[in-house]
């Protein structure tokens, strides 16, 4: 049974470099969360979708954020420019809507130099 | 008033011994109250949630106490033991959507 799949694991760029991170949710589930999580602000939620509309993207820091649900299989998070205070894992999270817990990935580590 | 507050930010104890955190929140609107657990490069996992209807929840080591007038609860680890070094996420959600609101998170470790 496999849970929330992110890709990649590991990302070290250089400041200005566009940013891709990508998240598969557990199948069948159709609430889908991004969280970043920093030693200074903890787990903070960016977005999340329900049946792969935004619902609430309030914590999206500013407009470099963007992210997107094409389908129910697939979500991106991307940052264009990064810039080194986007350094953080980030959690994409998935859950039934009618659901109460929250499946995390193992995180996305974005260093941006 | 979407805060949730936890304490300790860090906590160590000794193997068997007790673990308690503390979280706090302000807004009544919260209907449901998890706890997560988070070890090193992983994501945050449930361990065990709570209603506000329910006093006190209790699966194996672990119970969650819950005083709804004082808008408090916390998690207590009985027995404690060194798999149990993690750190601890409370949380709450609201009783619309899926926004959950996390803690600021407390480490814990336990000593052999």
């Known amino acids: 049974d496999a849970g929330v799949i992110q890709s990649p694991r590991h990302e070290v760029t250089e400041m200005g470099q566009e940013v891709t991170l990508r998240c598969k949710p557990i199948?069948?589930?159709?609430?889908l969360f991004w969280y970043r999580q920093t030693m200074m602000r903890g787990l903070e939620l960016l977005i999340y979708f329900n049946n792969n509309v935004p619902i609430d993207d309030s914590g999206m820091p500013e407009d470099r954020f963007s992210a997107k649900m094409p389908n129910a299989s697939f979500s991106t998070l991307k940052i264009q420019p990064s810039e080194p205070r986007d350094s953080a894992v980030y959690f994409c999270?998935?859950?039934?809507?009618?659901?109460?817990?929250?499946?995390f990935g193992e995180g996305s580590w974005l260093t941006v130099v | 008033q979407q805060q949730v507050k936890q304490s300790p930010q860090s906590l160590i104890v000794q193997k068997g011994g007790i673990s308690i955190i503390n979280c706090a929140y302000e807004n009544t609107a919260f209907d449901y109250f998890p706890w997560y657990q988070q070890f090193p490069g992983k994501g945050p996992a449930l361990l065990i949630a709570i209603r506000p209807d329910v006093s006190e929840k209790k699966e194996g080591r672990f119970t969650i106490s819950f005083n709804k007038s004082a808008k408090q609860f916390s998690l207590h680890i009985m027995d404690s033991q060194p798999g149990d070094s993690a750190t601890y996420f409370c949380?709450?959600?609201?009783?619309?959507?899926?926004?959950?609101?996390f803690g600021p998170g407390t480490r814990l470790s336990v000593l052999p």
């Open positions: 999270a998935s859950s039934l809507a009618s659901g109460n817990t929250i499946y």
């Open positions: 199948s069948g589930h159709n609430s």
């Open positions: 949380a709450a959600r609201q009783n619309y959507g899926q926004n959950f609101v």
